[in-house]
């Protein structure tokens, strides 16, 4: 089979190697890999490394849809032919993972384990869970990171109610999933971004309200469309100094479910709007496997449909990591035949 291999830090290292198939342990089942959805956090990954338990040779990418082709001994969780994805936090079943103060939980796919850039995969059957029946493989292979942090923000510990309001910041893969499920659970939706016509493909998406960022100040804005009331929950998805405006957009006693790190690791605000405005703010690490399984049932149910750019091949991998360095409206995902 081909999988994506690094020896190092760099994309430069990366190469499609051949190798062998995978074959599943006991509790394991081997997976065709048929899409990969990449994620922001694979740049870096791939570009600077993820510290000192990054194993190599290194495989990138933690999302993937696919089937069962082979089942290790002692599981019944899958059966050949079943239509899995993968979950972003392997062993993460419910609740925090394991971790403590000094050492927070930092585990995942593509990271402290190999990734999913592969034909084959061979992975404990507890690091999976059954793909949407509504979804393509493309589209399924959105949900594990994307697709589930916007759910643990929004429905998981929000809940969004109708008649609330909730901005997301840009209109990559996490702020269209979170523009689809407010919508769907009855909030107006604000979307702010630096360009016309994804402005204008987010309104035709249900947006209630666009902001151009460069054009006005994003947070006058806000007051403006909402008679100075704010935001009742932002999905923070710059970070670094910009949570200091999430606080300034956000309504009194709101939420902010601080999320990308565009802008850095270190966050910065003012504490005079934390301490007034009363409001909630939470990281979002992405999510557990009961909440990835309540999303494939959500999905099914509501029949949400993700938003993804371009689909491109295996061997492509090079033009679409250029393509995530661009920017994507919604997600870019690498097809395995």
């Known amino acids: ?17 051949t190798v062998a198939l995978p074959e ?7 997976v065709k890999v048929a899409a990969v959805s990449l994620n922001f956090r694979d740049k870096g990954a791939i570009e600077s490394g993820v510290g000192p338990s990054q194993p190599f040779p290194f495989t990138p990418a933690s999302d993937m849809a696919g089937v069962v082709t082979d089942v290790g001994e002692g599981v019944t969780r899958f059966a050949v032919g079943d239509r899995v994805i993968s979950t972003f936090n392997p062993g993460r079943l419910d609740g925090p993972g394991p971790g403590s103060a000094r050492r927070p939980p930092y585990v995942m796919l593509g990271g402290s384990h190999p990734g999913v ?18 979804l393509d493989a493309a589209e399924a292979s959105t949900l594990p990171c994307a697709g589930l942090t916007a759910w643990t ?44 016509d994804k402005l204008a493909r987010a309104k035709a998406l249900g947006a209630t309200h666009v902001i151009h960022r460069e054009r006005e100040d994003w947070v006058e804005a806000v007051y403006r469309l909402t008679e ?16 200091g405006r999430s606080l300034e957009a956000v309504a009194l006693h709101g939420r902010i ?14 504490s005079a ?12 690490h992405v999510g557990h496997r009961r909440s990835l399984e309540e999303l494939v049932r959500g999905v099914d149910r ?19 990591l250029e393509h995530l360095d661009r920017g994507a409206f919604g997600k870019i995902v690498v097809e395995s035949h």
């Open 1 to 17: 089979m081909k999988r994506w291999e690094m020896d190092a830090p760099g994309r430069e290292r990366l190469r499609l190697k």
């Open 24 to 30: 599943p342990r006991p509790g394991e089942v081997r």
């Open 117 to 134: 850039l592969a034909e084959y995969v061979a992975f404990p059957a507890d690091w999976f869970v059954k793909a949407p029946a509504t």
């Open 153 to 196: 923000a929004l429905v998981e510990y929000g809940p969004v109610r109708p008649g609330q309001t909730v901005l997301v910041q840009g209109t990559g893969g996490v702020a269209l999933f979170g523009l689809q499920l407010a919508r769907a659970m009855g909030a107006d939706v604000f979307v702010t971004s630096g360009s016309d």
């Open 228 to 243: 100075d009331r704010g935001v009742d929950h932002i999905l923070e998805l710059v970070g670094g100094a910009h949570l």
């Open 257 to 270: 479910s601080v999320i990308g790190v565009f802008e850095g690791f270190t966050v910065t605000g003012s």
């Open 273 to 284: 709007p934390l301490i007034l405005k009363e409001p909630t703010v939470r990281g979002i």
């Open 302 to 320: 509501l029949g949400l449909k993700p938003v993804i750019d371009r689909r491109y091949g295996l061997e492509e991998l090079p033009a679409a």
